[in-house]
C-alpha cells in the first residue's frame, strides 16, 4: 500500500504492542510498521499505524510512542473504544478512539468532548484527549491528521 501517498509502495511489518508480548496471537494488539524498499538503498521505516481493519481506521502514531504507548479495547452495545495508555501507567488514557455504530451514533458521536474524526454511512468516528501529562500526549488537531477512515479496496 502507498501508506503516505507519495507513489511509492510501502510493505508493511506488524509487531507488538507493548504489554501484549505474551498473549496468544489471537490475544494480541499490533502496530504495523511500514517499510519502503528500493533497489540499492537502505531499507527505511517510513511510518508506524495502529490499524483496526474490522472498524475502517487508523491511527499514525508519533514516533515516540514506540515502545512506550499500548492500547486496550473496550466493546459495548453500539460503541467501541481503543483505549491508549501509556505502558506503565494503564490507568491514565492518552487517547481514546470511538467508533459508534446503530441508530444514535451521530448523537453518541457529538458529545461535548469528543472530537469529531468522520463517519463512514454506518459508523462515527470520535476522539478524546486524554491526560496532557503524559510526554505522549496529543493535541487535536494532531489526532485528526493522524487519524484516517481507511476502506478496503479489492482490484
Not at 2 to 18: R, T
Not at 25 to 50: F, N, P, Q
Not at 52 to 75: H, I, K, M, Q, Y
Not at 109 to 119: K, N, Q, R
Amino acid at each position: 500500500e502507498d501508506i503516505d501517498s507519495d507513489g511509492s509502495i510501502e510493505v508493511p511489518q506488524l509487531q507488538v504492542l507493548p504489554g501484549y508480548e505474551d498473549r496468544d496471537s489471537a490475544e494480541r494488539l499490533w502496530m504495523v510498521d511500514w517499510y519502503r524498499y528500493s533497489i540499492g538503498k537502505t531499507t527505511r521505516l517510513v511510518h508506524t499505524t495502529y490499524d483496526s481493519p474490522t472498524e475502517g481506521w487508523l491511527l499514525e502514531f508519533p514516533d515516540n510512542w514506540r515502545g512506550n504507548v499500548t492500547a486496550t479495547l473496550v466493546s459495548s452495545t453500539g460503541s467501541n473504544q481503543t483505549i491508549f495508555t501509556e505502558k506503565e501507567k494503564l490507568e491514565d488514557p492518552i487517547l481514546t478512539i470511538y467508533v459508534f455504530t446503530g441508530s444514535d451514533r451521530k448523537e453518541a458521536a457529538s458529545v461535548e468532548g469528543l472530537i469529531d474524526l468522520g463517519e463512514t454511512s454506518d459508523i462515527c468516528f470520535a476522539a478524546k484527549l486524554g491526560s496532557n501529562q503524559s510526554e505522549y500526549a496529543m493535541t487535536a488537531r494532531e489526532v485528526r491528521r493522524a487519524f484516517t477512515v481507511t476502506t478496503n479496496e479489492w482490484k
